[in-house]
């Protein structure tokens, strides 16, 4: 049961309370025993990302990606599953060919959705999904924001002349936000980027994230992340009761491992490091270090094997 209705987070040093929008009991969701929900300070200090804010790090996923034995395969069944709500509308919406010219195909998104929660439910996956909220008043953001608003610009005028682009309809987050109301998924929605919280509640129930999120690679998560475009919710597999989702985990220690035993501490300065959302590196200054990591792909034998074994239903269960 849920000590309280709201959920306090600690963001950036100040306090803020973030609004649950459904159903905080998720006992009356799927009629379990829920873990604590209610978030205060930085009770993510162990995860290897102390001072670490959302920023998106450039060219992670590309390089995660490109090398395959970063991820384990899992079948992902009998567990709860924290969800970025942002990353979901998109990857919906995006992924199966909806309409964009004609104001959104809200009906087909809508009922998308309700498919995917029902291959959640029907291999007994407990979701909760977070949404991101507004943009970081202290306006560090700027420029990345200019930039995501300049593509958007273009890709509308590509598509009104008959070229190439992506679009999200103006009403997508109102509609996925009533779809899940209405078919009674736990819904919580942050005052500005959600993904330092998704983390914090990933390491107190200690469940994986389902994101395609680059900030994901960077955290120390005890449950894991799983990359969206490898979570296969459309094709279910197994026998009735044993059903399971087939599905790609990431955790940070093999991404260490590979790296000669990094401590997961210094994973943060990476990013910041590489560049992200926040700050760009001085190309000068770390050309010969990219280079680096770019030509450790390229030497034989250099990462350990690491079993693909698939984790079963108790490597999952809370």
């Known amino acids: 049961m849920f000590q309280s209705k709201t959920l306090w987070i600690?963001?950036?040093?100040?306090?803020a309370r973030s609004t649950l929008l459904s159903y905080a009991d998720k006992s009356a969701f799927r009629k379990k025993t829920k873990p604590t929900a209610v978030v205060t300070s930085w009770n993510l200090n162990q995860a290897s990302a102390n001072?670490?804010?959302?920023m998106g790090v450039r060219g992670l996923t590309?390089?995660?990606e490109g090398n395959t034995h970063f991820?384990?395969?899992v079948k992902f069944r009998d567990s709860w599953l924290l969800i970025d709500g942002s990353s979901l509308y998109f990857q919906i919406y995006f992924h199966h060919g909806l309409d964009q010219l004609h104001g959104g195909d809200y009906d087909a998104f809508s009922c998308l959705l309700k498919q995917f929660f029902a291959a959640l439910a029907a291999c007994n996956i407990q979701a909760f999904v977070v949404l991101d909220g507004g943009i970081d008043p202290s306006d560090k953001k700027l420029d990345t924001l200019r930039q995501r608003l300049q593509t958007k610009i273009k890709d509308a005028d590509n598509?009104?002349?008959s070229r190439r682009g992506s679009v999200l309809p103006l009403l997508t987050k109102e509609v996925f936000i009533q779809v899940l109301i209405q078919i009674g998924v736990p819904l919580v929605q942050c005052p500005a980027e959600a993904d330092w919280e998704i983390a914090c509640l990933a390491r107190q129930w200690n469940c994986p994230i389902l994101s395609k999120d680059s900030d994901f690679y960077v955290f120390d998560l005890p449950g894991g992340y799983l990359p969206f475009n490898y979570f296969n919710w459309t094709n279910i597999s197994g026998k009735t009761n044993q059903r399971y989702i087939s599905a790609q985990l990431y955790t940070a220690s093999v991404l260490c491992r590979w790296f000669g035993g990094l401590n997961k501490d210094l994973l943060p300065l990476c990013a910041v490091l590489l560049g992200n959302d926040y700050s760009t590196p001085k190309e000068a200054e770390?050309?010969?270090?990219?280079?680096s990591v770019s030509s450790l792909k390229k030497i034989p034998n250099r990462v350990p094997k690491v079993g693909k074994r698939e984790l079963c239903a108790q490597n999952y269960g809370h």
């Open 51 to 54: 001072s670490f804010v959302s």
């Open 10 to 15: 600690n963001t950036c040093g100040f306090c």
């Open 159 to 161: 598509i009104s002349h």
């Open 71 to 73: 991820l384990q395969g």
């Open 62 to 64: 590309s390089f995660v």
């Open 286 to 291: 770390l050309k010969h270090w990219q280079k």
